[in-house]
């Protein structure tokens, strides 16, 4: 099979420098293509090969790996954020202003943090149409239909006690009426409620709670539920396929 | 010899034979004859999968970081408990709800939300059949593109024809605050 890289990575790959990291036979022929994601901690729960159909943009407009990909800017940008801001109702404010004002390149940490949010919920939602449309949550993928439901609501977690740390009148208010239709639900509201607000009403023990869910509870959660999801589609058998193709495809679920 | 910690030698399903340089390895169920065998046309996830994912991230990437140098996230009036806003908008994604909480905060609030995710999740359990092909399964794509719809439009209705005390305003009257982004 003809190698498909550029001539400078394969350059790259025979030197020491890269063979000393990365163990195994250089990428270009079939054994080190191979060898270049199962030996490879972070790829190795792909699979070394894929059918072309997986690669058709126009069949899942790589939406879910958008979504993965805006997690991790999250996170990243999100770690940054940690470095200047306090959760406390005196100088969470302030320390926006400082980022937006003060802190060198702090208007882009916080635009990138705040606009890679909006569009994780978009794409998310996206993401989860794309699934209905193509009735990829049929058998074997029902469970994984679920997954994706759960890590929907964990997006929207992640934006809704995300708006409450800057301790501006827009958080502010939405974490006063979100949390009011919370104390709505039957039987547990207002235990629920007051477990969100460790109080009545949004002041300093819900901003410190939100935060920890922010940037602890949730994170965790997340990173988690989206191995649950990657792991679950290796093992259903990879990405489905069109009804045009699926017959052939029903023996090679992975076991 | 054998070393015990093997356990009990393996029933011969084909004698061995001194004169051979293979033998019967192993049995696996399968419907072909071929062992790790992928169909004809599978292509290496290294560079073929990967270096699309490495160019639609570059694409992605750049597209936010252009939208980060030319829009800056906002930041209102220090949190206050003594000036409520009129209107106090939530989230755009959470303007439909918000849209419904304001006609009953149980039935809105509680009910159609709860329905709406109890749905979700049982969806694949509801939808039994094995239909895939879309003229196949023409009710549940209406069912699921009404409910998309459904709350587009009521986030739409929240975000540009909601004013003060929740009246109905449109987006070009002088009396609707700036939507919230
Ligand atoms: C943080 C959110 C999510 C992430 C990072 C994510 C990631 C992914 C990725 C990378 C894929 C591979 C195919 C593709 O890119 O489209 C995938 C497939 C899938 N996702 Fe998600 N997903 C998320 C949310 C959801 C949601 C909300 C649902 C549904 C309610 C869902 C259901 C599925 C299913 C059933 C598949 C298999 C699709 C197929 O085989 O064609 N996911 N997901």
New interface residues.
């Given amino acids: 099979?003809p190698?498909?890289?550029p001539g400078w990575i394969q350059r790259l790959a025979r030197g020491r420098v890269w063979r000393s990291i990365f163990r195994g036979e250089p990428?270009g022929t079939?054994r080190g293509?191979?060898q270049?994601?199962f030996q490879n901690l972070w790829?190795h729960f792909?699979?070394?090969?894929?059918?072309?159909h997986?690669?058709r943009f126009t069949y899942t407009f790589?939406l879910g790996?958008?979504a993965f990909?805006?997690f991790l800017?999250l996170a990243a940008t999100g770690v940054a954020l940690m470095f200047y801001y306090v959760p406390s109702?005196e100088r969470a404010?302030h320390s926006?202003?400082d980022l937006?004002f003060v802190v060198s390149f702090g208007?882009?940490l916080?635009?990138?943090?705040?606009?890679?949010a909006?569009?994780m919920?978009v794409v998310v939602?996206l993401h989860m149409?794309r699934v209905?449309?193509?009735?990829s949550?049929?058998?074997p993928?029902?469970?994984n239909?679920?997954v994706g439901?759960m890590l929907l609501?964990l997006t929207?977690g992640f934006?809704?006690t995300g708006?409450l740390l800057?301790?501006?009148?827009?958080?502010?208010?939405?974490a006063?009426?979100?949390t009011?239709?919370v104390g709505?639900?039957?039987v547990v509201g207002k235990e629920v409620r007051l477990l969100l607000l460790g109080g009545d009403?949004?002041g300093q023990n819900a901003l410190l709670r939100f935060y920890v869910l922010h940037c602890m509870a949730l994170p965790l959660a997340m990173a988690s539920l989206t191995a649950t999801h990657f792991w679950r589609i290796r093992k259903d058998g990879g990405l489905s396929l069109?009804?045009s193709q699926?017959s052939?495809a029903s023996?090679?679920r992975v076991p | 010899m054998r070393p015990d910690s093997l356990g009990p030698e393996p029933p011969d399903i084909l004698p061995r034979s001194p004169h051979k340089t293979y033998g019967l390895m192993a049995l696996v169920r399968g419907t072909s004859p071929l062992v790790d065998a992928t169909p004809e046309d599978a292509v290496s996830t290294w560079p073929h999968l990967l270096l699309r994912g490495l160019i639609c991230a570059l694409v992605c990437l750049s597209a936010l970081l252009a939208a980060a140098m030319l829009f800056d996230a906002p930041l209102h009036d220090p949190a206050s408990a003594a000036e409520t806003p009129d209107p106090a908008k939530a989230p755009w994604y959470l303007l439909g709800l918000q849209e419904l909480v304001h006609y009953s905060a149980f039935i809105g609030g509680v009910l159609a939300p709860g329905l709406s995710l109890a749905g979700l999740v049982m969806l694949p359990y509801l939808d039994r059949s094995h239909a895939r092909r879309p003229r196949d399964r023409r009710t549940g794509i209406c069912l699921f593109t009404l409910f998309l719809l459904a709350n587009l439009v009521l986030i739409l209705i929240g975000a540009w024809f909601r004013g003060p005390g929740w009246s109905w305003t449109t987006p070009w009257s002088a009396n609707t605050p700036g939507g919230r982004p």
């Fill in positions: 099979m190698s498909a890289e990428p079939a293509n191979a270049a994601v790829l792909l699979p070394v090969k894929v059918r072309p997986t690669l790589y790996g958008i990909l805006l800017v109702v404010y926006i202003k937006q208007p882009l916080r635009n990138l943090h705040r606009w890679s909006h569009a919920v939602v149409a209905y449309y193509t009735a949550y049929k058998a993928r029902e469970f239909w679920v439901v609501l929207l934006s809704f708006m800057p301790w501006d009148q827009a958080g502010f208010w939405a006063t009426v979100g009011g239709i709505c639900l039957p009403s949004v069109p009804p699926e052939m023996e090679e």
